[in-house]
């Protein structure tokens, strides 16, 4: 029912920003919780931040708290990533993930594993 697709990925000089976003769909009238997950090559994928349906519940994994923003727009179906001050930390491919069962959390939860529809993921590079 859900269906979720990134877009905005790319290569960005360090100290750059870039935007994410991920265009979502669902029978539930865009309730549920949604986030941004990343995995670089070799590593496990791990929780960027979550956001709840309404966007009044958010979490930030504490390596891009100051640094991200993330944000949603139910009208226009796309929750947001913003990246500020990137570093070569942050390159990896990014994937927007939902759990419309989660429409009353007041905090959505960062393990992968309470996700249940995933986009196909955008890389993002920063180089040296």
Not at 3 to 18: D, I, N
């Amino acid at each position: 029912q859900v269906q979720l697709q990134e877009s905005g990925g790319g290569s960005v000089q360090a100290g750059g920003s870039l935007k994410l976003a991920c265009a979502f769909s669902d029978n539930n009238s865009g309730r549920g919780c949604m986030g941004w997950f990343r995995q670089a090559p070799g590593k496990e994928r791990e929780p960027v931040a979550t956001i709840t349906s309404g966007g009044g519940g958010i979490f930030y994994s504490h390596s891009v708290r100051g640094r991200f923003t993330i944000s949603r727009d139910n009208t226009k179906k796309t929750l947001y990533l913003r990246m500020n001050s990137l570093n070569r930390e942050d390159t990896g491919a990014y994937f927007c993930a939902a759990q419309p069962a989660l429409s009353r959390a007041l905090v959505c939860p960062a393990a992968r594993e309470e996700y249940n529809t995933w986009g196909q993921g955008t890389q993002v590079t920063v180089p040296h």
